[in-house]
């Protein structure tokens, strides 16, 4: 199976993390990223999750109920019935569940983030190799240098001058990839001036 890269928008929806060890921590570490509201239940949690700010702690066992109204959740223990019974649940809900280390009692995997201000990346081998994904992912941390997030805030800023000042589409591409060029060469010195002028060639 294949899995679709679907970026969404999980800023204070609600998540179950069932499991409160080192393997429920590293999945909490690349949420805590988007802002969700994020929900740990564990008879044990560890000292780690305990001291990130904003989570929700609840030290018992896992109930039923505590999925309800879940937009996502996340089971990271070593209780494989335990598991079991909460992918069937949230499969006969409609919820999105992943079960860590464990790929058959998937609905969507953890890819390997990359996280700017500016820019998210997430690289998947379909869960075959994750130190593979890994190598990936630093790869991609070591090409985006200090002028990542200023670059496409500039892009991000000419973005409505030029759909609202070039009409043809062909012209906007042409645009929009000198600027990027100019950006990518020297962006410390591509001032709003130069922008306008190539505004201005293609108007």
């Known amino acids: 199976m ?3 890269p679907f970026f969404i928008d999980i800023k204070n929806r609600k998540c179950i993390v069932v499991g409160g060890g080192t393997v429920a921590l590293r999945k909490i570490e690349k949420l805590v990223l988007f ?4 929900t740990v239940i564990s008879p044990i949690i560890c000292d780690e999750i305990s001291k990130l700010p904003g989570i929700g702690i609840v030290r018992r066992e896992f109930k039923d ?3 309800d109204g879940a937009f996502l959740v996340i089971t990271a223990t070593d209780n ?3 598991n079991e019974r909460i992918f069937r649940m949230c499969s006969d809900k409609g919820i999105p569940v992943n079960t860590v280390d464990d790929k058959e009692k998937c609905s969507f995997i953890f890819p390997a983030i990359v996280k700017r201000e500016n820019v998210t990346a997430a690289v998947s081998t379909e869960g075959k190799s994750p130190i593979f994904a890994r190598y990936l992912r630093q790869s991609i941390e070591r090409s985006l240098d200090d002028r990542t997030d200023r670059i496409v805030g500039i892009l991000s800023g000419v973005r409505n001058r030029i759909k609202s000042e070039i009409n043809d589409e062909e012209n906007r591409k042409l645009a929009f990839e000198k600027i990027l060029t100019l950006l990518l060469k020297d962006s410390d010195n591509v001032t ?3 922008i306008t002028e ?3 060639e293609y108007r």
Do not use: K, R, V
């Open 2 to 4: 294949s899995y679709f």
């Open 35 to 38: 802002e969700p509201q994020i």
């Open 65 to 67: 109920s505590d999925i």
């Open 80 to 82: 494989s019935s335990l």
């Open 192 to 194: 709003s001036e130069t």
């Open 198 to 200: 190539i505004i201005g």
